[in-house]
């Protein structure tokens, strides 16, 4: 089954980390992106960047970029995202998705989402 | 940065309409936009990509269209399963999404 599988729920206090895993079978891991997208309630998705399972290449926006690391296993076909100096701002769901490579890619493939709550 | 304008925010419709929904780009993107549906509590799924293809499995009632910076998604006759929030993201450069169309009764 072609799927992507998430890690359960986190809270957190202001100023921890968080990480993320995110586990993929059914189809070849190193063969496809995967991306980091968060939703806060009532809010619309916001991509926080992508990373090449093969290469391990990362691209990050520019608004997460040097608190938020993606990382794999290909051991394992798993994914990472940790993102460090929580604040209540990162209170989110966080989801992972498959897709491919440069301009033109799409979000085939998505995990069932994490909830990340940052709270003192 | 990219920025992707929807509307309407809301609309109300009944099983059978028409519905139609826009996307517009802050400058040209060609046909790389993707359209998603998200019912709540859950993920996002991939209904039509570049513009126009319609994914594997999602109903032939869904359609897309546009180029450039104006783009339309458009369900020919609702129903009830089509209740939910619908998205737009421009795969030009930034992946950026559109701040949803909910679409309800």
């Known amino acids: 089954q072609v799927q992507l599988v998430q890690s359960g729920t986190e809270v957190k206090k202001p100023g921890a980390s968080v990480k993320v895993s995110c586990k993929a079978s059914?189809?070849?891991?190193?063969?496809?992106?995967i991306n980091w997208v968060r939703q806060a309630t009532g809010q619309g998705p916001e991509w926080m960047g992508w990373?090449?399972?093969?290469?391990?290449?990362?691209?990050?926006v520019q608004k997460f970029q040097g608190r938020v690391t993606f990382d794999r296993d290909t051991s394992t076909a798993t994914a990472y995202m940790e993102l460090n100096s929580l604040t209540s701002e990162d209170t989110a769901v966080y989801f992972c998705?498959?897709?491919?490579f440069g301009s033109g890619s799409y979000f085939d493939l998505w995990g069932q989402g994490t909830l990340v709550t940052v709270s003192s | 940065d990219i920025q992707m304008t929807q509307s309407p925010p809301s609309l109300s419709a009944s099983v059978g309409d028409r519905v139609t929904i826009s996307c517009r780009a802050s400058?040209?993107?060609?046909?790389?936009l993707n359209w998603y549906q998200q019912n709540s509590g859950n993920a996002p799924k991939l209904l039509i990509y570049a513009a126009s293809t319609l994914e594997s499995g999602v109903s032939s009632r869904f359609s897309g269209s546009g180029s450039g910076t104006e783009f339309t998604l458009t369900i020919s006759s609702l129903q009830p399963e089509d209740f939910a929030t619908y998205y737009c993201q421009e795969s030009y450069a930034s992946r950026a999404f559109g701040q949803g169309t909910k679409v309800e009764v």
């Open positions: 990373m090449n399972p093969n290469s391990g290449d990362t691209g990050y």
């Open positions: 998705a498959k897709g491919g």
């Open positions: 400058q040209s993107i060609g046909s790389y």
């Open positions: 059914g189809y070849t891991f190193t063969n496809y992106g």
